[in-house]
């Protein structure tokens, strides 16, 4: 993928963000499944990933450095994210902050050279093409868009049931 189809695509997350404020406000922090996620932790982890790749990855790769091996502590920004979602930030100044961050993301890939997209760089423990991984990123996304969009219609088909 070149790069302004992979920007392209980390933007489609801002319009999607956007549409999350008009469901129904019951929604926001009902878990998608049983012990599971709410709609506003799920925004806070992908919010919480964008500052990851722009804090160390894309610094570095703009200084065109490998990134340095640093741990990358799954766990400890997942749960900081859920944390978050559940501090009582309310829903529109939680996705206007997500919103924030995914400019940012996008705007931090649009300074880097297109050269830089097939320069293979050392991401965490495995070697891949800025492209590759920025893949990978919009993949990431992709899940969990369709995670939500799978919730959301469950609840909609049920209502029709009951209706
Ligand atoms: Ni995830």
Known sequence: MEKTELLGQKEQLIPWYRSLESLPAALWLRPLREGGWTIAEVAAHLKAWDEFVMEHRLVYISRDADTPPAAVHV???????????????????????????????VQALEALPEEKFRRVYQMGSSKVTLAQYVQYLIEHDVHHRQQITAFVESLENGEQDEG
């Open 75 to 105: 766990q400890d920004i997942n749960d900081g994210a859920s944390r978050y979602a559940r501090s009582g930030i309310s829903r529109v100044e939680l996705l206007n902050q997500c919103i924030a961050a995914r400019k940012q993301l």
